[in-house]
Nanobody, 127 residues
């Protein structure tokens, strides 16, 4: 059974930092590209950042470029999202997802490419 478990969400002040983690079990982690998504109340789920199997390719939403860094440790079956200079508009539930990838350099951009999702971790940024 595949499990995707996020952690690290918290309440922080604007300008603060957080590191989210996502641990995956029940699948071969290095067969999967990974992504972080977020969803604020009343909003659609949006892509935040994606990373290829070999970590050579990454993608960031314009709203987080220069502030967020995605990384993965294939030996630990873990995905990370380092977030700095947090803003109130970053407040959302953050989700980790895994996409069975056609290639080690591929970064899936569409939600329906992702096969497995976690339950989310809440990030709240106060002003």
């Amino acid at each position: 059974q595949v499990q995707v478990v996020e952690s690290g969400g918290a309440l922080v002040q604007a300008g603060g930092s957080l590191r989210l983690s996502c641990t995956v079990s029940g699948l071969t982690f290095d067969d999967y590209a990974m992504g972080w998504f977020r969803q604020a109340p009343g909003e659609e789920r949006e892509g935040v950042s994606y990373i290829s199997i070999n970590s050579r390719n990454t993608w960031y939403a314009d709203s987080v470029k220069g502030r967020f860094t995605i990384s993965r440790d294939n030996a630990k079956n873990t995905l990370y999202l380092q977030m700095i200079s947090l803003k109130p508009e970053d407040t959302a539930m953050y989700y980790c997802a895994a996409a069975r990838s056609a290639g080690v350099n591929y970064t899936p951009h569409r939600l329906n490419e992702y096969n497995y999702w976690g339950q989310g971790t809440q990030v709240t940024v106060s002003s």
